[in-house]
């Protein structure tokens, strides 16, 4: 297995580009989830899915788009990058199946600069 | 809503030292209790869980936690650091009535280990 893995690893953009953050994951894990990493913030949830074709808003949702068309994919899209948005991106899955509590994953992370 | 706080931003503490991480939560209902680890430039990784029964929790590479419900704590600690346990550690919570609820994390806490 590989596990959530994130692409790309690091990504610069100027403002006002849009990009997509690749999530995805092979596990067969129904809930999904991105987080942003800020230094002194910890981890903020941006956006989460308990399944394909269901999604919700974390703590920071503006300025994220998330869609969840299949179980394995979880993209998060920046309609219009600005340099508030210069983070270290996670993503994340989870099991629901079965004991709840279960161990959450993460990938390596996305670095993202917005000049 | 469920929240963390995480009371040291930076623990510095010498090699073979015992070391202690406090982690307070705040929910007015029962939750579930997590330690997670990010080495540098890595994802992070579960290093212990409390979902019920036995208040002290054993995790990987020597970490126990002990949740305490009339404090609403869940204290990290190790008998004795070593300089590989250089890494910042987060608390998190999720609602325990249902498997989906996502996980609030703390600002984290960053333990510097001097030899």
């Known amino acids: 297995n590989a596990g959530v893995t994130q692409t790309p690893k690091f990504q610069v953009l100027k403002t006002g580009q849009s990009m997509t953050l690749q999530c995805a994951q092979d596990?067969?894990?129904?809930?999904m989830s991105w987080y942003r990493q800020d230094p002194g913030m910890g981890l903020r949830l941006i956006h989460y899915s308990v399944g394909a074709g269901i999604t919700d808003q974390g703590e920071v949702p503006n300025g994220y788009n998330v869609s969840r068309s299949t179980t394995e994919d979880f993209p998060l899209r920046l309609l219009s990058a600005a340099p508030s948005q210069t983070s270290v991106y996670f993503c994340?899955?989870?099991?629901?199946?079965?004991?709840?509590?279960?161990?959450?994953?993460f990938g390596p992370g996305t670095r993202l600069t917005v000049l | 809503a469920q929240s963390v706080t995480q009371l040291d931003s930076q623990v510095p503490v010498f090699e073979e030292a015992p070391v202690e991480l406090r982690c307070n939560y705040s929910?007015?209902?029962?939750?579930?209790l997590f330690w997670y680890v990010q080495y540098p430039n890595q994802g992070l990784q579960l290093l212990l869980k409390?979902?019920?029964?036995?208040?002290l929790v054993k995790g990987i590479n020597g970490f126990e936690a002990e949740f305490n419900k009339s404090q609403t704590s869940f204290h990290l600690r190790k008998p004795s650091v070593h300089i590989s346990d250089t890494a910042e550690y987060f608390c998190a919570v999720s609602l325990s009535y249902s498997g989906n609820t996502p996980l609030v994390f703390g600002k984290g806490t960053r333990l510097s280990v001097i030899a």
């Open positions: 929910s007015s209902v029962s939750v579930y």
């Open positions: 409390y979902l019920s029964g036995s208040t």
């Open positions: 994340a899955s989870r099991d629901l199946s079965g004991t709840v509590g279960n161990e959450q994953f």
């Open positions: 596990m067969n894990h129904e809930y």
